[in-house]
């Protein structure tokens, strides 16, 4: 089984913003076997051609066709300036994706600066990528429809060019906040990376909660891209499966997906479980908390995958000050540091059966945030206890 996985320890100097993944999956970006009329079948029917994912939450729903609009390539290059440098916004393991200008209403280019900004995304024919997960990405995000998930407002397929358009994320990824790449972003509060935590794992939550879940496959911070609130959104679907049927636990998949994220025993087996993704979590989770990188060859030998070497200071609260962001201290409390750590243990769990759901860890993240919610309003009663004595006490000298 070939092993197909990409390292996050050496950073890109362009960092991809919509691209995602820098995966080798092998792909070629020839379409020769395949038409433009099977692909229109597809596009119309269900996801991965493989039966339909009837299902609907208050927050998201996943439609029985996708609703996308088939864009001219002579359109795309309109709306991003012809690509030129000036509209790059990043470069993957797919292509480049340039910043572009579309009207709101009809969708058709517009002029810099006037409309609605998008992300286009332009396969580069020499990528490792391509066809097989261009087709993935308007398979699944043309459907799934959630606050969490980046939307994909249509694709464009001409002659050998193949686009993907998608809404503008303008702070880009939270790879980029967490690692600093840009010496003039500001270090991400607790507060935010609680907020962006809980909107990822709303995201993949969602994707597992379908009658026939999608397996992500390829959870890592430069995935989550960022709004301007900082709301999170999953993006790249390249890799994207639909779950297990007829009664199995799992699928069975060439390994595929980024060094230090993946699952052991999807590692070991190419065997694929819906909670693979949730071991997936675990170790952004544990970025989240350490501000370090999943697996980095510049830190000394035995500190270099992340989850390996901070595994034992999890489970000890005396520990666990000692690998916490430096960025982040005096934000946050003890308690809420714990039940974190905790839930990272329950994520990173070697045996699939054992981890919590994604259900189950939404809800954990959760009761953090309430946690520090509490915490604040006792600050603040507590300072208007102060401060009120302190008047009292004023008023009897008086």
């Known amino acids: 089984m070939g092993l197909c996985f990409s390292s996050s320890s050496s950073p890109s100097p362009n960092p991809p913003n919509y691209s995602g993944s820098t995966s080798n999956v092998g792909f070629s970006a020839t379409t020769s076997s395949f038409g433009k009329s099977q692909f229109s079948e597809m596009a119309s029917g269900s996801i991965d051609g493989e039966g ?19 864009f001219s390539f002579v359109d795309l290059k309109s709306a991003a300036k012809s690509f030129k440098g000036d509209t790059l916004l990043g470069e993957g393991g797919f292509g480049r994706v340039y910043k572009g200008w579309l009207d709101e209403k009809t969708l058709a280019p517009a002029k810099p600066g006037f409309g609605m900004v998008v992300a286009i995304k332009k396969l580069n024919p020499e990528s490792t990528q391509g066809f097989q997960e261009w087709k993935s990405e308007v398979n699944f995000l043309g459907r799934l429809s959630h606050p969490n998930l980046v939307k994909l407002l249509g694709y464009c397929w001409d002659e050998d060019e193949l686009l993907l358009v998608y809404e503008f994320m303008p702070k880009g990824s939270l790879e980029n906040h967490l690692f600093r790449r840009n010496p003039n972003i500001e270090p991400l509060s607790w507060n935010t990376r609680l907020k962006i935590a809980i909107g990822a794992a709303r995201g993949l939550a969602f994707l597992h909660a379908s009658e026939k879940q999608v397996i992500y496959r390829d959870f890592k911070a430069s995935n989550i891209l960022l709004d301007g609130n900082y709301n999170a959104k999953i993006s790249d679907f390249g890799l994207a499966k639909l779950g297990p049927s007829g009664g199995q636990s799992h699928v069975t998949t060439r390994v595929m997906g980024t060094y230090g994220y993946a699952a052991p025993e999807y590692i070991a087996t190419g065997h694929l479980y ?54 982040i201290k005096g934000q946050y409390s003890s308690k809420a540091a714990s039940q974190a750590a905790e839930l990272i243990l329950k994520c990173l769990e070697h045996d699939p059966k054992q981890r919590s759901s994604m259900k189950e860890v939404l809800e954990g993240l959760e009761a953090i945030e309430t946690i520090h919610e509490k915490s604040k309003e006792s600050k603040t009663r507590n300072s208007h206890n102060i401060s009120h004595q302190h008047l009292r006490q004023r008023a009897v000298k008086v």
């Not at 997936?280 to 035995?302: H, K, S």
């Open 274 to 327: 819906v909670k693979s993704d949730v071991y997936g979590f675990g170790v952004v989770l544990l970025e989240i908390l350490t501000g370090m990188r999943a697996f980095d060859t510049r830190r000394p030998t035995g500190q270099q995958n992340l989850v390996e070497w901070t595994k034992p200071f999890l489970s000890s609260k005396k520990k666990l000050k000692t690998i916490m962001d430096i960025r």
């Open 52 to 70: 339909s994912l009837p299902f609907c939450s208050p927050d998201g729903q996943i439609l029985e066709r996708p609703n996308l609009k088939e």
